[in-house]
């Protein structure tokens, strides 16, 4: 807008002042005048002599072109330049750099034909000027108008830029009142969670407590090796809890020259496991040493209807139809080399001179409640030096990997058979090792309770 009205500026004072020069000029015109009519005598006469040389209809070939003389044509050229005579100088050029080309004068023709395309673009910008003056001497009413719109334009854009100022402005104002809102509350959020962790890990602490007291009151109940280390001094122990305490027990007793071993699983693991292990270890010890039972079939019948007894369940009472525990009772005389054995959903292995014998017990639990009862049955086996007794619970064989597959029991026993040459608390380390390849960083799924002994 600022360069249309300077523009129209220099054109009203050109006009002005243009009188004021005219009478010098017109002295200076005529002297001018006579150069330009001699000038103008002398380009004719070479315009002639050029195109004299001219074959007819203009036709030029190599020949004709290397005896043609462009002297005439350039002196006639440099006058045309001088005088802005733009038509001619733009023939000459293209004859000039045609004759060239022919010669096969390739810079020449080039330097030529580039200054016909600078005469080109003279003449544009001469006819745009010529076009822009007149439009601005005879249509200054239209300049003025299009300068008074522009203002009027830019008066309009200079509203809208307040009025998104104002809004962009609002619109931070709110964000900024709204992002101290929520920081207050997130602080008071974030104070009441403070309270409440430290609250849970008061509590957490207490439970923590309460479960290692718990561990230690089930440990001093619970004998799990001393006892079996008593009695057999080749044998090893592999007992994992899921939690601080554990529903898998193993529990011994010794009567003259008959030892007792039971590996049980309750239902349940942690807390409710773990009573349910020590109310079984209670039970076992008043049915063989107050009751003075020795078949270990008779134990578990007793065995079952204590814990019936003592979890008050019936036949009507289905709530806790569920509580109770696999068992597998041992009863081996050191001096005879006899076994009996009794089993609630377990069975107890034998591995001989490579071979694995499984003694199967009854497939229920002790503590299920059911109207038609059926007494435990016993196995008796004869024993042989060397053999290796193993009894375990299911949570070693139905570990998870990180593809969600179990160990399977028939892998258990496959490596029961392999370690069976080695010592077995170097079989204990064995069945650690590969229980920690297969369960990577998987959680434990349940309590873990493996027992072997060797005659």
Same mark, same amino acid.
């Given at each position: 807008?600022?360069?249309? +009205?300077?523009?129209?500026? +220099?054109?009203?004072?050109?006009? /002005?002042?243009?009188?004021?020069?005219?009478?010098?000029?017109?002295?200076? $015109?005529?002297?001018?005048?006579?150069?330009?009519?001699?000038?103008?005598?002398?380009?004719?006469?070479?315009?002639? %002599?050029?195109?004299?040389?001219?074959?007819?209809?203009?036709?030029?070939?190599?020949?004709?072109a290397n005896v043609f003389n462009l002297n005439f044509a350039k002196m006639a050229y440099q006058i045309c *330049?001088?005088?802005?005579?733009?038509?001619? /100088?733009?023939?000459?050029?293209?004859?000039?750099?045609?004759?060239?080309?022919?010669?096969?004068?390739?810079?020449?023709?080039?330097?030529?034909?580039? #200054?016909?395309?600078?005469?080109?673009?003279?003449?544009?910008?001469?006819? *745009?000027?010529?076009? %822009?003056?007149?439009?601005?001497?005879?249509?200054?009413?239209?300049?003025?108008?299009?300068?008074?719109? $522009?203002?009027?334009?830019?008066?309009?854009?200079?509203?809208?830029?307040?009025? @998104?100022?104002?809004?962009?402005?609002?619109?931070?104002?709110?964000?900024?009142?709204?992002?101290?809102?929520?920081?207050?509350?997130?602080?008071?959020?974030?104070?009441?969670?403070?309270?409440?962790?430290?609250?849970?890990?008061?509590?957490? !602490?207490?439970?923590?407590?309460?479960?290692?007291?718990?561990?230690?009151?089930?440990?001093?109940?619970?004998?799990?090796?001393?006892?079996?280390?008593?009695? +057999?001094?080749?044998?090893?122990?592999?007992?994992?809890?899921?939690?601080?305490?554990?529903?898998?027990?193993?529990?011994?007793?010794?009567?003259?020259?008959?030892?007792?071993?039971?590996?049980?699983?309750?239902?349940?693991?942690?807390?409710?496991?773990?009573?349910?292990?020590?109310?079984?270890?209670?039970?076992?010890?008043?049915?063989?040493?107050?009751?003075?039972?020795?078949?270990? #079939?008779?134990?578990?019948?007793?065995?079952?209807?204590?814990?019936?007894?003592?979890? #008050?369940?019936?036949?009507?009472?289905?709530?806790?139809?569920?509580?109770?525990?696999?068992?597998?009772? %041992?009863?081996?005389?050191?001096?005879?080399?006899?076994?009996?054995? !009794?089993?609630?959903?377990?069975?107890?292995?034998?591995?001989?001179?490579?071979?694995?014998?499984? @003694?199967?017990?009854?497939?229920?639990?002790?503590?299920?409640?059911?109207?038609?009862?059926?007494? +435990?049955? !016993?196995?008796?086996?004869?024993?042989?030096?060397?053999?290796?007794?193993?009894?375990?619970?299911?949570?070693?064989?139905?570990?998870?990997?990180?593809?969600?597959?179990?160990?399977?029991?028939?892998?258990?026993?496959? @490596?029961?058979?392999?370690?069976?040459?080695?010592?077995?608390?170097?079989?204990?380390?064995?069945?650690?090792?590969?229980?920690?390849?297969?369960?990577?960083?998987?959680?434990?799924?349940? $309590?873990?309770?493996?027992?072997?002994?060797?005659?």
């Amino acid at each position: 807008m600022v360069n249309r +009205f300077n523009l129209f500026s +220099f054109l009203a004072i050109f006009i /002005l002042n243009f009188n004021s020069y005219s009478v010098v000029l017109d002295s200076v $015109d005529v002297k001018s005048d006579r150069i330009q009519s001699s000038k103008k005598a002398v380009l004719d006469s070479l315009l002639e %002599l050029h195109y004299n040389q001219q074959p007819l209809e203009g036709n030029f070939n190599a020949n004709s072109a290397n005896v043609f003389n462009l002297n005439f044509a350039k002196m006639a050229y440099q006058i045309c *330049k001088k005088l802005n005579m733009f038509d001619t /100088l733009q023939a000459l050029a293209v004859d000039i750099g045609y004759i060239h080309s022919l010669r096969e004068e390739y810079d020449s023709a080039f330097t030529y034909y580039f #200054n016909t395309i600078s005469l080109f673009e003279e003449m544009e910008k001469y006819d *745009k000027t010529f076009s %822009l003056t007149q439009n601005v001497l005879y249509n200054n009413n239209t300049l003025y108008k299009i300068i008074e719109a $522009d203002k009027i334009e830019q008066k309009r854009k200079n509203r809208e830029i307040v009025y @998104l100022f104002i809004i962009v402005l609002i619109f931070l104002l709110i964000i900024i009142v709204s992002t101290i809102l929520f920081y207050k509350k997130l602080k008071v959020k974030n104070q009441q969670i403070s309270a409440k962790n430290r609250n849970l890990e008061d509590v957490q !602490s207490q439970i923590k407590s309460s479960l290692d007291y718990a561990q230690n009151i089930q440990n001093s109940i619970v004998q799990n090796e001393i006892g079996l280390t008593k009695s +057999f001094s080749d044998s090893f122990v592999l007992f994992k809890p899921k939690d601080t305490v554990s529903g898998d027990f193993l529990w011994t007793n010794k009567c003259k020259e008959d030892v007792f071993m039971a590996v049980a699983d309750c239902t349940g693991h942690g807390v409710p496991g773990a009573l349910l292990s020590i109310v079984g270890n209670f039970l076992l010890d008043a049915v063989v040493n107050y009751h003075q039972l020795q078949n270990t #079939n008779e134990v578990l019948d007793k065995l079952h209807h204590e814990v019936i007894r003592t979890l #008050n369940k019936n036949v009507k009472n289905q709530k806790l139809n569920d509580d109770g525990m696999d068992i597998a009772l %041992l009863r081996i005389n050191t001096e005879k080399q006899t076994l009996q054995f !009794s089993g609630a959903n377990r069975s107890v292995y034998i591995v001989r001179t490579g071979k694995i014998i499984e @003694l199967k017990g009854d497939r229920r639990p002790i503590g299920e409640t059911m109207i038609n009862y059926h007494p +435990f049955k !016993s196995i008796e086996f004869e024993l042989q030096k060397n053999d290796i007794v193993y009894s375990f619970s299911d949570g070693y064989y139905d570990q998870f990997n990180i593809n969600g597959k179990k160990l399977l029991k028939r892998k258990l026993l496959q @490596l029961l058979l392999d370690t069976s040459t080695l010592k077995l608390e170097e079989q204990r380390q064995v069945l650690i090792n590969v229980l920690s390849e297969h369960q990577g960083n998987v959680s434990q799924t349940d $309590d873990i309770l493996v027992v072997g002994i060797k005659i």
